[in-house]
């Protein structure tokens, strides 16, 4: 919420017992009023990233997983918080960090050496033709086998942050995690599709125990 945004929201609170009769006790609107007027939590600040690896990394996470009208991005999920939680985590291996800043390096110097800038600074036509010579394994040339490793290894990376998140289980209708008053089996589509039906699921194969 912006400055402007917040102290509209104040005017519209301190301006609402007047417009209609509230029940409200004074502790009840003086924790309202602090959440209306309390400052903006803090941009994070990254750990292992140096700030232009950040907005690198952020970048080509939001081409992996752009936002689209069921859910937000990559980085509307906190996908490059959760990398670089796990990079600057002790236990993480000097490889994967060295083959995550190679390869954000790797993207910057395809850019300077196509466009004469960086990735970031390129024109988004400009990156797309970066990422379409690494993003299919099968189609890359040779030549461009170091982008392809670390394309393939940040897009998992990307999407195991991306759908752990709560944001991304609710983008594939995860419905774990939720009590089952009752269990009345597996769903009939799922059971066609597999070509099993429910009483095959019942027969028991009696067990012969010896003697």
């Known amino acids: 919420m912006s400055d402007m945004d917040r102290r509209d929201a104040v005017k519209r609170l301190a301006l609402l017992p007047l417009a209609f009769s509230w029940d409200l006790t004074a502790p009840q609107m003086e924790r309202a009023a602090r959440v209306f007027t309390a400052p903006p939590a803090p941009a994070y600040v990254p750990k292992f990233f140096t700030a232009h690896e950040w ?3 952020s ?6 997983i752009p936002k689209d009208e069921k859910s937000g991005s990559a980085t509307d999920a906190k996908v490059p918080e959760y990398m670089d939680w ?24 395809q850019a300077s050496e196509r466009f004469g800038t960086t990735f970031i600074k390129a024109t988004d036509a400009q990156r797309r033709q970066i990422l379409d010579d690494i993003a299919w394994p099968k189609k890359a040339k040779p030549e461009f086998s170091q ?17 752990s998140s709560e944001m991304g289980y609710k983008d594939v209708n995860f419905v ?31 067990v012969q125990r010896s003697s």
């Open 55 to 57: 907005r690198t990394a």
């Open 59 to 64: 970048m080509l996470a939001d081409y992996i």
């Open 86 to 109: 796990l990079l600057n985590d002790k236990e993480a291996s000097l490889n994967s960090k060295i083959q995550m800043r190679g390869g954000l390096a790797w993207l910057d110097l």
């Open 147 to 163: 982008g392809v490793s670390f394309f393939n290894r940040f897009r998992d990376l990307t999407a195991s942050g991306f759908y």
């Open 176 to 206: 774990g995690n939720v009590a089952l008053p009752k269990w009345e089996g597996c769903p009939t589509s799922a059971m066609e599709k597999l070509g099993v039906s429910h009483d095959l699921m019942k027969t028991r194969v009696p």
